[in-house]
Each structure stands twice: as structure tokens, then as C-alpha cells.
């Protein structure tokens, strides 16, 4: 049987993690996947997680299963951190999922169960992943542009002209906050002419919200997504906990939907356990129980947002400082957008060819796309990578 069976195309993130682990120079920088990390390189386990942990080893007293929903509890702080009081609870049926990435597939899943016919419409570019499991699934999937590749910013008429369209019941996939891969984001202006569109054509969106807190702040970056919440009728969300909570291995995630129609909650709520019966029955808990430890906790709420701020502001810092370095040596604002996108990422707009002379001359990671994690530099760096990219020809 294993015969028949073909080499597969390696996932290019992860890939690139394995070529930056195997190259030996010392001043390697990298800045491919997309995990926080600190100035010292490390990916830390956040202050707050660390003692709840610490609290859940000494009141555990089982392992038993929990639910095939998850428990109750972290569904229900998720819900408040993502939606807020954007809904009425009873509108929305929540699932545990393994991460963000569980959530997303569970999405797609639960998208072609309601409606066989469905077309998934990914922003170009999108997460690799999100494509490729929509490939996996064998979903029609469609782009609608996204990001102007010259000037680094929205392409939001194009976005529009696109959306508009889209054909009813149709899957519209867009990131809350902190677009990966470009960091190019909607203003609240422009979601709210999404929205108008959205509720012109009848297409169902769902928001991929794995940055929360990463980009403008915890509220701020759930603004668009509770704008869809509350202006369209049905609306399916996938959240991650891996970066904000800094979960990463734990695969803490949720999937949600939205209906205004309240009469199908509990369906759709029975439709999320059923598909995780399926692919897996019983989500993770473990990342799922700290989180929920932290955000129903108030010292230990307070101190996770303290050094989530912290983490944002970190990058923050670093964005102005490297569109200061690209400004000086270039003499142009031509890389200003470095210091207006937000989230861990930035597309630099560099050839492919551009991106393989920064690896092998100056041992600098990025995705083929040009995709910078910006939370892989440091002051040290930043001068650094300026300095390459220019020479580079960028
Ligand atoms: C990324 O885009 O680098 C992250 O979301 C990690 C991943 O799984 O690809």
C-alpha cells in the first residue's frame, strides 16, 4: 500500500525553520516563522501562564476528559476576549480546537457541510496553510486582491471590486487583525465598507483572528471582527491562542460561529461537537485550562495583558526603528510602511532572488515572499538587516 504513496512538498515556513537551524554562522538572524520572540532570542513562557501552571499542577486531580466542546469555561472567556458584548452569547456556539490552525480546518469543514457548493475566497497573498489545506479539502478556493505589491499597503479597491463579486453563501476569509504575510491591515473605515459588501452579496465571512493583541492592542485588534459579528448574520471566527498567550505547543485555539438566528445555535454548537468527534474527539486541554486560568483571574489577567502590552510595544519599537534605518540609507520613504503595518510581520516587497542573496551572503531568514517576523530582531539587528536589504538591491 505504502507504494503508492509520494514524496510530498516539504511546508515552506517550516522548512526554513530547519535551514536557519543547520546554518552555522553565529550572526545568523532569523526571521522566518512566525513565533514571538524576545531580545535575546528566546520564546518565553508568559509570566502569567507560568503561574497558573504552577497553580493547576497542585489542584489537578484528574485527567479525565472534559468535554467535546472543551470546557465551558475557556470557551466562554474566548468568546468575551475575541467578540466582547459585540453579540448576545446566545448567538454564538463556540468549540475547543488543537491551536488556530485546528480551528481553521474545523471552519472549513463545518463551511462545506452547510453549503457543498461553497467557494472559499482567500486574500492574495494568504497564510500558506490556509491554502493549503483548503487544497487538502478539495475546496473550490478563489483570491481576491489584497495588497498592492509596489507600495506595500492595501490594495483596497481592488479588494472591494473583487468581494463585491462573490456569490451568496459563499466563504469570504479574512484576517481580524495582523495580516500574515504582509501586516497590511483594514483601517475601521475600510471594514466597514466590507461589511457593506458582505451584507450586499450575501457571502459568509470568516475571520482568522491568531494575532490578537499583537498589532494596536487587545481591544483594537478585535474591532473589525466584532464590527462582522454584529453586522452580519452568520459568521464563522477560528482564534489562536498560541501567540498571544505564547501557547505555542500546546495547540490552544476555538472555532465560533455567529447566527442571529438564534434558533440554530444549538444545531450549529451540536455541528462543532460532532466534527470534533470526528477528526479527533476531545480538544487539548491542558493550554485551553491555563488560559482560561489567566483571563478569569484578575492579577493574573492584569499581568498577561501587562506583558502582551510589553511584547507589542517591543515590536512596535522595532518597526520605527527599522523604517528609521531604511529611510537613512536609502534616502527615501519608499520602506515607510514598515513602521505602519502592524503584527509580527512585514512583506518587504523583495524579489525571491533578493531574499535568497540575504540567506546565503548574510545568513538572513525570511520566507521566499519576503515575509519578515519582526520579532526575530533586536536593536543589534535591525541596522543589520537595513543595511543587507539595501545592498541587496531592495
Ligand atoms: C507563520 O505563519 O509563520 C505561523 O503562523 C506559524 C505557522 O504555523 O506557519
Not at 32 to 43: L, R
Not at 197 to 207: C, D, F, K, N, S
Not at 230 to 239: D, H, N, Q, R
Not at 258 to 266: E, G, I, K, Y
Request: hydrophobic share 40%; proline share 4%.
Amino acid at each position: 500500500m505504502f507504494e503508492t504513496l509520494k514524496e510530498l512538498p516539504g511546508d515552506k515556513i517550516l522548512a526554513l525553520m530547519e535551514l536557519y537551524r543547520d546554518d552555522p554562522r553565529a550572526e545568523k538572524i532569523d526571521l522566518g516563522v512566525g513565533v514571538y520572540k524576545d531580545a535575546t532570542g528566546k520564546t518565553p513562557v508568559m509570566r502569567a501562564i507560568k503561574a497558573a501552571e504552577k497553580q493547576l499542577w497542585d489542584q489537578q486531580d484528574s485527567k479525565s476528559y472534559v468535554g467535546l466542546l472543551g470546557d465551558k469555561a475557556f470557551n466562554d472567556a474566548m468568546v468575551e476576549l475575541v467578540l466582547g458584548d459585540a453579540v448576545a452569547r446566545d448567538t454564538v456556539a463556540s468549540a475547543a480546537t488543537p491551536g488556530g490552525t485546528g480551528a481553521v480546518r474545523q471552519a472549513f469543514e463545518l463551511a462545506v457541510r452547510a453549503n457543498p457548493d461553497v467557494t472559499v475566497h482567500v486574500s492574495n497573498p494568504t497564510w500558506p496553510n490556509h491554502v493549503s489545506i483548503l487544497t487538502y479539502l478539495k475546496l473550490p478556493t478563489q483570491t481576491y486582491r489584497y495588497f498592492d505589491e509596489d507600495t506595500c499597503v492595501v490594495d483596497f479597491d481592488g479588494m472591494l471590486e473583487d468581494l463585491k463579486k462573490v456569490k451568496k453563501g459563499d466563504l469570504v476569509l479574512l484576517h481580524g487583525c495582523c495580516h500574515n504575510p504582509t501586516g497590511a491591515n483594514l483601517s475601521m473605515p475600510q471594514w466597514r465598507e466590507v461589511v457593506a459588501v458582505l451584507q450586499e452579496t450575501g457571502a459568509i465571512p470568516m475571520i482568522d483572528i491568531a494575532y490578537q493583541g499583537f498589532g494596536d492592542g487587545l481591544d483594537a485588534d478585535a474591532e473589525g471582527t466584532r464590527l462582522i459579528a454584529a453586522s452580519c448574520p452568520e459568521v464563522i471566527i477560528a482564534a489562536s491562542c498560541s501567540k498571544n498567550f505564547g501557547v505555542y505547543r500546546e495547540r490552544t485555539g476555538i472555532l465560533m460561529t455567529v447566527t442571529h438566528d438564534t434558533s440554530r445555535t444549538a444545531i450549529n454548537q451540536g455541528t462543532l461537537a460532532f466534527l470534533n468527534r470526528q477528526n479527533y474527539s476531545f480538544p487539548p486541554d491542558h493550554g485551553a485550562r491555563v488560559v482560561t486560568m489567566v483571563l478569569t483571574d484578575p492579577e493574573l489577567r492584569a499581568d498577561w495583558k501587562a506583558e502582551l502590552e510589553d511584547v507589542r510595544l517591543g515590536m512596535l519599537k522595532l518597526r520605527e526603528q527599522l523604517a528609521g534605518e531604511f529611510q537613512k540609507l536609502s534616502g527615501s520613504d519608499r520602506f515607510a510602511f514598515v513602521a505602519t503595518h502592524r503584527g509580527m510581520f512585514s512583506r518587504l516587497g523583495l524579489t525571491e532572488e533578493m531574499v535568497m542573496k540575504l540567506r546565503k551572503d548574510n545568513g538572513i531568514y525570511m520566507t521566499g515572499d519576503s515575509r519578515i517576523n519582526i520579532a526575530g530582531l533586536n536593536a543589534q539587528t535591525v541596522p543589520v538587516l537595513a543595511k543587507a536589504v539595501i545592498d541587496a538591491g531592495g
